[in-house]
């Protein structure tokens, strides 16, 4: 009974289906002869012999077929057969073939594609050796309401003393920075971070050697580490650059090693790897504006992480002293303590809930897919029932049956799922190159083995589901009636349709549900068109950012001179209508906060006051941007030069500290209590410059010259943004334009962020965007279905009732009453979604709250108007084939048989 | 083939869940059966097969005629049951078969035992002898 034997026979007889025949079937008639030789030796005659044998064995074919259907081949043949059987009958029914897998290959396309993106941004590991034990270094500091703090140097250097739970921690941040030497200045992204960070990712160089604790000290050599894809492209590849200089930023520095091409840190850019250099002497305790990341001791869980954090941070404020103006016991009011959380989660962010939003409507799309070609295929099968019922009365077994109509639906299943991974690979290649959303991770959104296996998973579900539908009801015909072919005395029975009615039902309901999520989504969107950003015309306001670094341009009034020289230059562009610097553009990433105390308040000894994000800026900033002035005026240069200390407000600002904008007006302010006072002289609009659906910060705005400041004797703004109001910003000669007109002042200047305040408060909303992009396509989608599953409904039960409705014109009925019982029966099952749809969607909108603005998940106007659109628009789908029946002969109709 | 005539053979139902025998008529005709245990049949059938086999090699409707006349027919035994055993056991690999043509001129297939088989007959002769040793000993048991 050996299993290879047996495979190779089966084999050979699959391969050799008519000799193997040809072998049984001889065998069978030369056992026939026998038999009937036998029974001629008794005396018979050989016509009586004959006819003995026959009544004795039975029919000839029968034993045959007994005999072959020995053999596990049979089963394999069986299932060959079916399948070509299923192709055949496919093809000759072409356009439903083609309607169900369009519909189906959608519904499974748009699946498969969100999946891919859930696996590459939420479900993949990072690219890390266990990355569960890495985290990042994030604190939170109640007492001045930062919900999400930094790192800074000192915390850092504790952590490196005295950390237990920790492998290694490092601190690190990213930017640009310009190469300098080679003529025009280059700018390069890079990620600035202390030694301990590649060894903790399990990073290995390709070519040299990591950082070591030595690069790190500032009175060291400069070292840095270049990445692939720039060793690539400006070295070509050479293996001698390691030992050669760079000049970055004017200064030397050497380059010892190569990262490998795979790799990659938080979504980060990076040309260069630098070593982030500290001089431990002067650090202090302020400067919390790094990130860290740490790697967890094996078998260390997140809160042993967490509790030895903050056992180290009292050790932090003894070790390190206050900055200048603030004092330690301010510090520990604060009352700093840690915030960890893993890496990946800190990466991902809070996109998961978009994403699994997403994921659940385009479920919903495909069972909706799925219910109309359920239907198809009950039709489908009902055309069939004779032809089944005659089979079964053969002597077919149900599960013979059952199979082939199960063959039809996996088949249309598989088809589709191999046209919707195709639809879903295109969708894929769009997205990447459109850059609509920039979602985190997007490097490993692709087609990989699990959305394969997925999408197979799933197609194959989903047929047999929406397959099973039609064995249940036509498997096992009723041979009677089904034989009896349509009736001469019976119309449709209610019974029939009761199956398809109630899918119809689900796909209403299931339709409601998108539409009231779309609906949803849009009034979000309204919501957030609606608030206030802090700027007019955005379209109309260029930006462009650079960095006058110390070793150009050493004395800080020639740095404000060199800045309102450029500033001049470029209102002198065409087309300008005015211009102005900040050092944080509205919704840009540059954002600074500090404390404000106020003159006029009083405040316990040693406290801190609440802390207000901090803005420096020229004259006309608020012209250009459009920002409604409250109360008082603006800067002016005269007053910049002779560091007069005033400063502006934003309205929020000044109605939490006194009240109302008139109020402030004369006020003083500062930061630290070594400053001198500043006073208030003028109140602007709130800006929303963390993004329209959170709330404006309150904001401080200072001039970007300033004496005795935080402290120190002079403070002036190096790194800072021009804001351009023209009509032709975005424009490409415009770039030129400006690029001219700066380094007609100064030519090493790398310009960076070359983009429009439009750009910006388009990012800014790209989720909700995004999401209501994809949430109107389902609910579009889902709204078509649903309504061609009504028309199809009521337009076949008119089709079947054709003889009834005859039968009623012709005993008198008008055909009003015979419309209106058409549409009225539309009607209900349309209802009894909707009523379905709403209370469903009553339960789970509430899942989608986070994404939602200013509006509630129970919002009538949205549920009325959606429903009532949905009972419209079925009503309408009613109406057309009721109008069909209408036009009914009844005499034809009587006629017809 | 032996003509063996018996006018209204008497049925035995050995009634011990090892088979159920039909009636036979008065010719000696092959009725056909409704095999209820059929795995329990299979079972004795391969064994019945094999041991007429190992006699001489015979092909099949002279393996229901040699079954018939060594049992006195008592076994009766199903056409088509036979030819999917023989399918079966030559599978397994118990048995062998060519086509040749008989006396009568006429073509069959004449199977016959293979080494494997012999090995497989003396296994089940052994099994079947314990089995009905062990019933023997139930039947003969007093209270």
Redesign the interface.
Known sequence: ??IA??LV?GFRNLLRRKYADE??A???D??F???K???E??GLTAHDAAR?TRM???SST??RE??RS??WENIVNGIFQDLRYTLRRLRATPGFTVVSIVTLALGLGATTAIFSVINGVLLKPLPYAHPEQLVSLWMTAPGVKIEDLNMAPSVYFTMADEARAFQAVSIWTSGTTSITGNGEPEQVSAIFASHELLPILGVKPQLGRLFAAADDDPKGTRTVMLSDGYWRSHFGGDRSVLGRRLLIERNTVSMIGVLPPSFQFMDRKADLLIPLRFDRAKTNLGVFSFLGVGRLKSGVALKQADADLGRMLPLVMQRFPPPAGYTAKMYEDVRIAPNLRLLRDDLVGDIGNMLWVLMATVGIVLLIACANIANLLLVRAEGRQQELAIRTALGAAWTRIARELLFESVTLGVVAGVVGLGLSWAALKLLSASDLVRLPRARNIQIDAWVVLFATVTSITVSVLFGLIPIVRYAKPQIANALRGGGRSMSASRDRHRVRGLLVVVQVALALILLVTSGLMIRTFGNLHQVDPGFTNAAEIQTVRIAIPDEQVKEPERVVRMEQAMLDKISAINGVRSVSITSSVTMGDYESNDPVYAEDKTYREGTLPPLRRFKWIAPNYFKTMGQRMLAGRDLRWPEIYNSRPVALVSENTAREMWGSPQAAIGKRIRTTVKDDWCEVFGVVGDEHTDGVEKRAPTIVYWPIFQKNFEAGPVNVQRAVAFVIRTPRAGSIPLRDELRNAIWSINANLPLANVETVETLYDRSLERTSLTLIMLAIAGGMALLLGIVGIYGLISYSVSQRTREIGIRLALGAPIAQVTRAIVRSGLILSAIGCACGLGAALMLAPLMKSLLFSVSPSDPLTYAATSGSLILAAALASYLPARRAAKVDPVEALRAE | ?A?V?TEFAIPINLDVHLLTIIMSGR??????MNSTNTDVIQGTLDMLILKTLSLEPM????IV?RIEQITQNVFKVN??SL??AL??LE???WLAAD?VVTQ?S????VYRLTQMGRKQLQNETADWQRRSAAISRLLKAQA
Not at chain 2, 59 to 62: L, S, V
């Open positions: 009974m050996s034997r047996q026979r072998d049984i001889d065998e069978v030369s056992f002869a026998e038999a030789a036998d029974f030796a008794c003995a004795a064995l039975g029968a034993l007994q005999v020995y053999g | 083939m003509g005539d010719y000696p005709v092959i009725a056909s092909h099949g409707f002279g005629r056409a088509g030819l999917t399918q079966r599978r397994y690999g086509w009568n006429r073509r069959a297939k």
